[in-house]
């Protein structure tokens, strides 16, 4: 089983490179498959946009849902700092890779429809090529419209875009009369993020996996049974796909074993964990983690 | 006059690109280089190679001294936002040494998003930048241009020491340099890129042309394919021209011989 932790690195001087080289040296020794890293470009104070998963599956009961994000006037708001911070996501992906040797790291998630496939491809031969592999791409269309227009992306059509994206990437990949290193290594895994039925449908037909966020077991299940269908309309093989179900996770660690196990039942390939991990016990709190799940042993 | 190294990030032997990009930038601090340069994106397509902003990253991490640069940003292939990130993280992982050199040729067709329209892109260029600008300073960032606008914008990390990364211009025509002085003022640097000396010669002209005695302020950069550096080095003393850095480019990571033999003409 693949156990990843979605934390981020948000370029204070408190989570400096050599923080990052610790973080992601501890969580290779404890067993962790990964290290999974947000994207945002910019945040706002102010939102018309809402987040859409504010609600994570209970540590308690994992078929019911408990909010953990802050609404306001309704509207529910993304989990971020005042100040939030965010380093390039693939700056800060070499660098991890940099510092260990077994340990993936993977994007949760990059906001595709904002780049220009073209020059991503180039970016992520690179990362394929710095980090021997190591590097996984989970891809999103995002959820803020304030943030698209700051990128000069039209937010209705993101979904589009995204999927242009991915067909574009496997493309260029390819492409042997292109601009791009020769021989590069191999793509990494595209799991499409979202449960909307494009999302599934995206993922299915054009990723080579998926990563659902904050469902239940019985919602992943109602949903991976829609993906495996949009697979086989496509002809396309479930074994030779990866579905990594990500969650926010707020309760004891105790309760996060038959958690994590009712997903693996359910036919995930492997389970993403946020626990939103401080700087000063992370390490205490990725062994406990560990523990639980017996990871290390 | 300092002397500097630009490359493309490709290998040429059995060393993973990673343990290149380290070995190589080590070595050019340890011989006493003042500048890495990234080629820019289109040496980068030009010569298949890694991509350039990654490589720098790279090259921060293994070198304490060096100046970082960016040597050719095509800034209307990227979203603002997007771009101001990327270059605000190599300058974090670089503590500050970064520095921004700006191509405002019209880009390769091969590098264009297909399914975005690019349009002017020079005014997209300076539309962008000023955007990064905004985002690089401001607490809650706002930008109203032409192409890109936004209010409230919280972009972190920025730039280390509260400051805009210094910006240099591949040298252009009187026209283009005109519409970005009109924007943002002079730029910080003026680089003649694989130019001989006529063409060095020409650029420096069309600087003094547009800025005034302002040109003076400005730090001129040449760069000569590696080859062309002993016959730039004993030229520079006959120049018309005033030349603050010298650099010499490859179109590959360079062995550690190279290097020797580049820091030689220091």
Known sequence: MEIGLVDLFDGSTERNPDFMARFGRTAEELGFTGIWLPEHIVFFDEYTSAYPYPEAPS???????????????????????????LLDVLQAAVEVCA???????????LLLPLRNPTLLTRDLMTVAALTDGRVDLGVGVGWSAEEFAACQTEFRTRGRR???????????WDDPDGIYP??????????????????????????????????TPSQFAEHHATYRAHLEEAGRDRSAQHVIVGLRFTGEVAALAPVVERYLDLGADGVNISLRMGAHDYADTMRTVSDALGLAA | MDLGIAC???????????????????????????SWWAGGDREA????????????????????????GLSGDL?????????????????????GRLELGLDLACPPPVLADPFREIGDHVGRCIDNLGAMRALWTQRRASHHGEHVSFTGAIALPKPVGDRVPATHLRATT??????????????????AWQAGRADLVAADAVLTRVLGEAAEDVRRTWCVPVADLPAAREAIASLPVRVDELVADLDHLPTDDEIAAIAAFA
């Open chain 2, 45 to 68: 397509a030009a010569d298949r190679a890694h991509d350039p902003t990654l490589g720098l990253q790279r090259v921060a991490r293994a070198t304490s001294r060096i100046r970082l």
């Open chain 1, 59 to 85: 540590a308690t009961d994992p078929e019911q849902v408990e909010r953990h994000n802050r609404t306001v006037d309704g509207t529910a708001r993304v989990e971020a700092a005042e100040d939030q911070g």
């Open chain 1, 182 to 215: 020769r021989d590069p290594a191999p793509l990494p895994r595209v799991l499409v993020g979202g449960h909307s039925p494009a999302a599934l449908r995206r993922a299915a037909t054009a990723g080579t996996g998926w990563y659902p966020w904050n469902l």
């Open chain 2, 174 to 191: 009187a026209d283009v340099l005109d519409r970005y002085v009109a924007a943002h003022a002079a730029p910080a640097g003026w680089l």
């Open chain 1, 99 to 109: 510092a260990t040797t077994r340990l993936r790291v993977g994007s949760s998630v």
């Open chain 2, 75 to 95: 800034l209307s292939l990227r979203g603002a936002a997007v771009r101001a990130k990327q270059i605000a993280s190599i300058d974090w992982f670089g503590g």
């Open chain 1, 162 to 172: 995204c999927g242009q994206g991915i067909a574009e990437l496997t493309r260029l």
């Open chain 2, 8 to 34: 493309s990030f490709r290998t040429t032997g059995t060393e993973a690109l990673g343990t290149a990009i380290a070995r190589a930038a080590a070595t050019a601090e340890r011989a006493g280089l003042a």
